[in-house]
């Protein structure tokens, strides 16, 4: 156990800071191509950004039960947005993943344009989904920051988008 935390008396519940109540919790994540990334897991920090009428964009960060970190990340497809997850040693690793996605982010187009047009609207797209993913990684790389790895659960998951 972390810190203080101590175990519930039924199940993989612990109490962080102030005595709350957390529960770990079997999670899937869907990842494009691949198998959903399957764990127990408990979710540290949530951060979510409205890009249009219709789609959020979300980064989590998880910490493993047994070992081991996983974030929570969308793509873009150039069709359409989607899920992604890695597993990460440590925070640090996690944080790195993160800012070496943002600075090199591939252009994904669904099909070549055939237009130049069809060029320009699918730049613009992808500028759009770059500004606002790289908006919200870094909401969430400055509250992971505070985030100590060996402290109480508890201290984690102060912050917004919790």
Known sequence: MLGSERQAASGGAVYGKGLALIDWSDVSLPRP???PLRFNGL?????RHRFSAQIDLEVSLWRRRLTGWVIAYPIST??????????VDSLDEAMRYLED??????????????????????L???AQ???AFSSLVGEALAHWSEVDEDAEIGLSLQGAGS
């Open 129 to 131: 989904f770059h500004h």
């Open 33 to 35: 191509d691949q198998s």
């Open 101 to 122: 996605l943002c600075a090199f982010l591939p252009l994904q187009t669904p099909c070549p344009p055939k237009t130049p047009v069809e060029k320009l609207l699918q």
């Open 78 to 87: 150039g069709a359409e947005i989607a899920s992604d997850a890695v597993l």
């Open 124 to 126: 613009q797209q992808w």
């Open 43 to 47: 979710r540290l920090s949530h951060h």
